[in-house]
């Protein structure tokens, strides 16, 4: 299962699978995670996904490149 980290509220985070939202426990989630990191289930814990993670990244950056094109 995989999903993208939306925030972070208190012990939680918030992570948005199959257009749902769901509250994840801090502990359940690697440390290093940050909201917009896309995470993996590995059946005892969330993991970032860096690959994958920095790919949605240049997805988004050309996407906003192209929003403020003057072409």
Avoid: F
């Amino acid at each position: 299962m995989r999903g993208i980290i939306d925030r972070i509220e208190g012990n939680y985070y918030v992570i948005e699978v199959d257009n749902d939202m769901l509250d994840v426990e801090k502990q359940l989630v690697e440390q290093s995670a940050t909201a917009g990191d896309v995470v993996s289930w590995d059946g005892s814990c969330w993991k970032v996904d860096a690959a994958a993670t920095k790919e949605r990244s240049q997805q988004i950056k050309q996407l906003m490149d192209g929003l403020w094109n003057d072409d």
